[in-house]
């Protein structure tokens, strides 16, 4: 892999020789020029991780190389970015995946509190990053993203749809049994027919037994 010949040490870390910098601004100008805004956002990441305890830098790492680089980053196939380390099926954000590259990336945001004899907590969608099927889509457009809250938030689903028309389904399905979670995805393309799914996907940072 690239990443192995372009390492180097911070406080005990290590990280990409191209993201440590001596200042957060310069690494920022540096990420720009290289990879835009995606460059950015790893730029800033690595400078955040500078401060880690060196003991969680392995961890890091090996979520951070697990999910890949940014949507459409070099030459390689899109994915959806940089996991959550800790999955909790309440958080803004959520992200799941297959062994097959298949994978789900959720952001969200509460408003207001949960209803009372539901228990269910209500979301605004933000954003949904998905990839299946040779298909790619990130869609934040509040227009074309919805989102419906279930009993306990066990079963919530979350769709967004492209400028294309191609549209991506994800709905969180609770396991009693052992108190996990998954996530299934279902592709559509612009013609409105299921390329994918619904693939049951693994969210990211989960423990096993939920």
């Known amino acids: 892999m690239r990443r192995s010949s372009m390492i180097t040490r911070c406080s005990g870390a290590v990280f990409p020789r191209a993201h440590v910098k001596n200042r957060a601004g310069s690494a920022a100008t540096a990420a720009y020029l290289r990879g835009g805004r995606a460059g950015i956002e790893r730029a800033s990441a690595a400078h955040m991780l500078c401060r880690f305890p060196s003991a969680l830098a392995p961890l ?16 390689r196939p899109p994915t959806c970015g940089l996991a959550p380390l800790v999955f909790d099926p309440r958080a803004e954000v959520v992200q799941a995946s297959d062994d097959d590259g298949a994978c789900v990336r959720l952001e969200r945001r509460p408003v207001g509190e ?25 869609v934040s457009d509040a227009g074309a993203l919805s989102y419906t809250a279930t009993h306990h938030n066990w079963l919530d689903e979350m769709s967004g749809t492209d400028d294309d028309g191609a549209r991506a ?11 996990a979670f998954s996530l299934d995805l279902t592709v559509t ?7 994918a799914g619904p693939i ?11």
């Open 60 to 75: 890091v790492l090996l979520v951070a190389a697990a999910c890949g680089p940014a949507p459409g980053d070099g030459d």
């Open 114 to 138: 949960p209803d009372v004899m539901y228990k269910e907590y209500p979301y605004e969608p933000v954003r949904l990053v998905a990839a299946a099927a040779d298909l790619f889509l990130d």
């Open 169 to 179: 389904t994800v709905v969180f399905r609770y396991h009693i049994d052992d108190g």
């Open 189 to 195: 393309n612009p013609a409105g027919t299921v390329v």
């Open 200 to 210: 049951e996907l693994t969210p990211a940072g989960q423990l096993d037994g939920g």
